[in-house]
C-alpha cells in the first residue's frame, strides 16, 4: 500500500531511503524465519530513491519449539489459523499497531522507527513508524509466483498490456488463456490455467528467465529493454477504432496501451482506464513507459498493426493454439470449459424458442400449459405426455438439434398442447374439488361447535 495504510489512523509513515529499507528488510525477514520456514522479498524496482514500506512473504509455518519432527511435521506448523498466524507474526516483529485484512492471509503492521531494529545506530523517532506488510501464502508454490507477479514494480503492468491482446492474463495466482466465445459473456468463467511456474511463463513469451528473477535490474532502462524481448509485441489499430472483441468483453481497446492515431501518440493516454491513469500518476516507472518508451516503440515500427477486423482474431488464434500445445494439461479444461458453456447456450436458445414458437393466445393459461409442456418433453426427457419426436431433439454430440425442435412443435404442438390442457384441466378439477371438501368440513366443525355452545347455554 506504498507506506499509507495508517494513514487513516494518524500514524507517520515516511518513506525510507534505501539503507534504512535493507535494515528493515533484513530484520524482518530475520525475525519471521523463525516462525516460517519460507520468507522472502519481492525484488525491487531499479533506481528506487526511497521505499514506502516492506513486503514479506512467508510460507510453510514451523513447529513449535522442542515438537518432534514425527508428532508435528513442518508442514502443518503450530496448527494456528491464519488469523492467529498474523497476531504472532506482529509480536515478533514488535509492531505497535496492526491492521489484519480480509481474508486474513495479509496484514499491515507498524513498528517503530526504528525501534526493534538490532545494531541500527539512527536515532530513534517515537511519532515515526515503519510500515510492514505481510502475507501468509497456502503453499511454496503460491510463494514463488507471488514473488514473481510482485518482482521488478510495475514489469507486469508493462507486460501484462502487451499479452493481454492475444487472451493471455496473469493475475495473483497464474497465468491463464481466456476463451473467447465464453469472455464475451463471463469473464471469470473464460479463465483456463496455463502455468504458475515463473520460469515456463516466461519462456513461453520468448524472454529470458536466467539472470533476470534474482536481482533488481542496473537500471529502468534495463528494465525497459528486458520487456520488449517479449514475442508479443505491442498492437495497435490504424486510427481510433478498437478490436471488437476488446469492446465486446468491456474492455480498453488493448487495455489502452496500443490505440492512437499515427501521428498523435497522445491518443494512448486518452484510451486509458481509469486504473492505469491512476497509476501513471502514482508510478513513475510506468509513467515513462506509456509517455515515452510506447509512442518511441510506435515510432521505430517495434509494433504491430493490425486489422481489427480481421488480425486480432488470427493472431489470439495462433497464440491459443501455442498455449494450449506447450500447457498440455490445460487443452482438457479448455475443451471441458467451452463445450459446458456451448451446452448452457444451447438450452437457452431451446428456451427461448419454445417462447417465440408458441404464439399469444387469448387464454394465456393455455400458452404457460403448452409452453411447459414443451419443457418439459423436449428438456427433462419427460414422456409423460406421450408425445413423441419422430426424430431425436439431441444430436449424437449432446448439443439439442433446433431445426428438430421447431418441427417437433410444427407437426405435434398442438397435439401436445390439447394433452398438456386436458391434464391442467383435470388438475384444477381435483385442486377445487380438494378444497370443497376442506371447506365442507371446516364448516361441519363450525356447525357441531356452534350447537355445542347453544346446547351448553340452555343447559345453564
Known amino acids: 500500500m506504498g507506506g499509507s495504510a495508517f494513514a487513516a489512523y494518524g500514524l507517520q509513515t515516511p518513506r525510507m531511503p534505501p539503507n534504512m ?13 523463525e516462525l516460517y520456514v519460507i520468507t522472502a522479498s519481492p525484488i525491487e524496482a531499479p533506481d528506487k530513491k526511497d521505499f514506502g514500506d516492506v513486503d514479506v512473504l512467508v510460507a510453510v509455518e514451523r513447529p513449535p519449539a522442542g515438537t518432534r519432527v514425527n508428532e508435528n511435521p513442518p508442514s502443518h506448523g503450530s496448527g494456528k489459523n491464519t488469523h492467529d498466524q498474523l497476531l504472532t507474526i506482529g509480536q515478533k516483529l514488535q509492531a505497535s499497531h496492526s491492521i489484519i485484512l480480509s ?17 541500527n545506530a539512527e536515532q530513534q523517532h517515537p511519532g515515526r513508524f515503519i510500515q510492514v506488510d505481510v502475507r501468509i501464502c497456502r503453499t511454496e508454490q503460491q510463494l514463488k509466483w507471488a514473488l514473481f507477479k510482485h518482482a521488478h514494480g510495475d514489469i ?21 488463456l481466456r476463451i473467447p466465445e465464453i469472455e464475451k459473456h463471463d469473464r471469470k468463467q473464460a479463465k483456463v490455467k496455463l502455468t504458475d511456474d515463473p520460469a515456463e511463463v516466461i519462456d513461453f513469451l520468448g524472454m529470458k528467465y536466467d539472470g533476470f528473477w534474482t536481482e533488481p535490474f542496473e537500471s529502468v532502462d534495463a528494465l525497459y529493454q528486458y520487456v520488449t524481448t517479449c514475442r508479443l509485441p505491442l498492437i495497435r489499430w490504424p486510427s481510433s477504432s478498437s478490436p471488437p472483441e476488446a469492446a465486446a468483453a468491456g474492455e480498453s481497446p488493448a487495455n489502452g496501451i496500443t490505440t492512437g492515431t499515427v501521428d ?16 501513471m500518476n502514482q508510478r513513475p516507472i510506468y509513467r515513462t513507459w506509456i509517455n515515452e518508451i510506447v509512442p518511441k516503440l510506435m515510432a521505430d515500427d517495434s509494433v ?19 498455449a494450449l500445445e506447450r500447457f498440455s494439461g490445460a487443452k482438457q479444461d479448455y475443451e471441458s470449459r467451452l463445450r459446458d458453456w456451448r451446452l448452457v447456450k444451447n438450452t437457452e436458445s431451446v428456451k427461448r424458442i419454445l417462447k417465440e414458437l408458441v404464439p399469444p393466445n387469448d387464454n394465456i393459461h393455455y ?31 449432446g448439443f439439442y438439434d433446433l431445426d428438430a425442435v421447431r418441427t417437433f412443435f410444427a407437426e405435434k404442438g398442438d397435439e401436445l398442447g390439447a394433452v398438456a390442457w386436458q391434464r391442467q384441466c383435470k388438475k384444477g378439477r381435483e385442486a377445487l374439488e380438494v378444497k370443497l371438501a376442506r371447506q365442507r368440513a371446516q364448516q361441519a366443525v ?12 340452555e343447559a345453564s
Open 21 to 33: 529499507y535493507n535494515q528493515v528488510k533484513k530484520y524482518c525477514l530475520d525475525k519471521l524465519s
Open 264 to 279: 498523435d501518440a497522445a491518443e494512448v493516454k486518452k484510451s486509458l482506464k481509469s486504473n492505469d491513469r491512476r497509476r
Open 304 to 322: 504491430i498493426w493490425a486489422d481489427p477486423d480481421t488480425d486480432l482474431p488470427r493472431m489470439r488464434a495462433q497464440v491459443e493454439e501455442q
Open 103 to 119: 481474508p486474513p492471509v495479509s496484514a499491515n503492521f507498524a513498528i517503530p522507527w526504528p525501534a526493534g531494529l538490532e545494531g
Open 446 to 457: 363450525t356447525e357441531k361447535l356452534t350447537r355445542e355452545d347453544l346446547s351448553s347455554k
Open 156 to 176: 507486469w503492468n508493462m507486460i501484462g498490456s502487451m499479452i493481454r491482446p492475444y487472451g493471455l492474463t496473469a493475475d495473483e495466482q497464474a497465468l491463464w
Open 367 to 397: 400458452r404457460s400449459t403448452l409452453v411447459s409442456a414443451l419443457k418439459k418433453t423436449i428438456l427433462d426427457d419427460d414422456q409423460s405426455f406421450k408425445v413423441y419426436p419422430d426424430t431425436p431433439f439431441k444430436t449424437e454430440d
